[in-house]
């Protein structure tokens, strides 16, 4: 206990330093969003580097002026290194730290600035990931502390072309291999969070094999933004991208009738079209999935005693945001919600809720900082309790502070407790602190 007091008195203390040291006005608050062109040589000694890298939005720079070049040009580059150190205090498996870490590469091709043709894009992203697994070896939750966590391996992460038409409003069609959760089941407020249910809902990724993180699979996407505050989306994915541990490419691509598919429709409102209400603007979210492969049932077998299959498998599910209290600058205090339900017959997970507040610029000459306050609640099918003699639910508290310490680095402080880890009897509640750095190169 003496241990654990003292390790969480440690994250306690580090999170409100940094909570308190964010009240000071930065100055590297108002570079953030304006283009940086200084390079190390232009200023000598040290405070001329410190004074340099604090302002420019990227650790390296404008490569001399390359860098807007190749943009004007067509060709955008982004590389970006997300590292999590990751302790569990008390409860889950055991004991201890871990760090974990990803890196995103992206190139982005504009065809219409590169000269080619108007309105089509290309993108390219490699993913990287290396470190522990800290809900493996633990935590054992079942929605994942952080949201990098995965098997250790390079791969292409998504491969795809999208083309634009003016179709009373715009039609966008997408083809290749395209991550779901990027446009699909997403929450703006949400994203704030680092624990994985409140990027995709674990109604979706615990009970079928889907196109998310860390392994995307070939897609077409058919989006229709209309002249007014609606949005349809509609997309077909090859049913089985493969496990991470198994498909360390990412380019495993085995489309068959054997593995289905998976197909998600998608229609949104957003509020706040009009000059009236653009300060209190919202965004909200229904969407319908289905997987033709066949699933196998939790309790029931047949006759030779082996499981009984059900045809397809499907859910619902529910996304909001909502601006509540408004301020300048896209400050202000938000509100998200997120439902989702699936059968019980063939799902582990039947039912999940999650929401929270999200407050970008509460202090003062902070107004790039964000704090939130998440609870993500699964809850457990009742098949699968009788069956497998598991608890009800599993339900995650985060609390998180985003400090945006220069234009290219954040620091995240991150508290997460989680009740019923793994919705496994016997299993203590646990208390886990991270503390995340985003670099932008």
Sequence with gaps: MKTFSNSLSLFLLLFFSLFSVTCLPARAQDAINEPQQTNINENSGPLGLVSTLSERNYLLGSWDGKRFAKEDSGLSLELVYTGDMVTNHRGGLKRGTTYLGNIDLTATLDTEKAGLWERGTFFVYILNNHGGTPTKTHIGDLQTVSNIETEEATRFYELWYEHLFDWHGTLSFLIGQHDMNSEFNVTEYGGLFINSSFGIQPDISANAPVSIFSVAAPALRLKWETNGPLYLMAAIYDGDPGAPGKNKSGLRWRISSDEG????????YRRGESEKSQNLHGTYKLGLWYHTDEFDDIAATDTNGNPKEH??????????????????????????????????????????????????????????????LGIAHASISDKL???????????????????????????????????????????????VSLLRFEASF
């Design 261 to 268: 598919a998976m197909t998600i429709y998608e229609i949104g």
């Design 311 to 372: 045809e397809g498998n499907y859910g619902l599910y529910f996304v909001a945001d909502q601006m509540l209290i408004p301020a300048e600058d896209d400050r202000g205090l938000g509100v998200f919600l997120q439902m989702g339900m699936a059968p019980d017959d063939r799902n582990q997970v039947d039912f999940y809720i999650g929401g929270g507040l999200h407050y970008h610029g509460l202090i003062p000459g902070r107004h790039r900082d964000t704090i939130g």
């Design 385 to 431: 309790r009788r069956d497998a003699a598991m608890d009800k639910y599993e339900t995650t508290v985060e609390l998180t502070y985003r400090a945006q310490i220069t234009p290219w680095l954040v620091l995240q402080p991150d508290l997460q407790i989680i009740f019923n880890p793994g919705a496994a009897q016997g299993t203590k509640n646990a208390i």
